[in-house]
Every structure is written in C-alpha cells, then in structure tokens.
C-alpha cells in the first residue's frame, strides 16, 4: 500500500506561477513511473506530465513549454512546476503512481488561476 500526499495548489494570477509536490509514504516509488493528472469541474481527469524512474518525460500538450515534472528519489517525491498559469488550468491536481498493476492516487490539491 502507497500514500501520496499532494500540496502547493492555491489561488494565483493568470501569468503566476505554483509549485506542487507529491510526497510518498514508500520509497518503492523510486522505481515506478509518477506522474501528474488534474480534473477540472465537469470534465475528465486528464495526464498533465509523467516521469519514469529512468527520467523520461511526457508532458500534456496544452501544458508543454510551461510545466516541468521532477522527482528526487532519496525523498520519494515529484514536483510539478507550473509557469505561466492560465484560468484553463484551474482544476484539481492529483498524484499518481502504478505498481505491481495497481494505482494509487493522492486526495488531490486544488490549482485555481484567475483572469
């Protein structure tokens, strides 16, 4: 069993910049791919960006160029650095990871861009 734990979301400007973090309760995360999905009201949970445990990246194409995934391992968490927020942006951003064929989710954090 794995928890992930989301924080960092809040209310910013459209142009503003939020950082999120994803902790988890197990190391073995260092060895599955993490990734970041939001949902905003009345539509699908969608990918934003994934990392595998080698460093690969794929990042949602309305979020390429202004989003950046990371993790650091030793500390069993990811990052999700978001640049020039727009108000498309505003959702609900959860964690992610799969291991041994089951997914995990964090309870979510919520990312709120103003016009």
């Known amino acids: 069993q794995v928890q992930l734990v989301e924080s960092g979301g809040g209310l910013v400007q459209a142009g503003g910049s939020l950082r999120l973090a994803c902790v988890a309760s197990?190391?073995?995360?260092?060895?599955?791919?993490m990734g970041w999905f939001r949902q905003g009201l009345g539509k699908k949970r969608e990918l934003v960006a994934v990392m595998t445990s080698a460093g690969s990246t794929n990042y949602a194409d309305s979020v390429k160029g202004r989003f950046t995934i990371s993790r650091d391992n030793a500390k069993a968490t990811v990052h999700l650095q978001m640049n020039s927020l727009k108000p498309e942006d505003t959702a609900v951003y959860y964690c992610?990871?799969?291991?041994?064929?089951?997914?995990?989710w964090g309870q979510g954090t919520q990312v709120t861009v103003l016009s």
């Open positions: 992610n990871t799969q291991i041994s064929r089951n997914d995990y």
């Open positions: 197990s190391s073995i995360v260092s060895r599955a791919t």
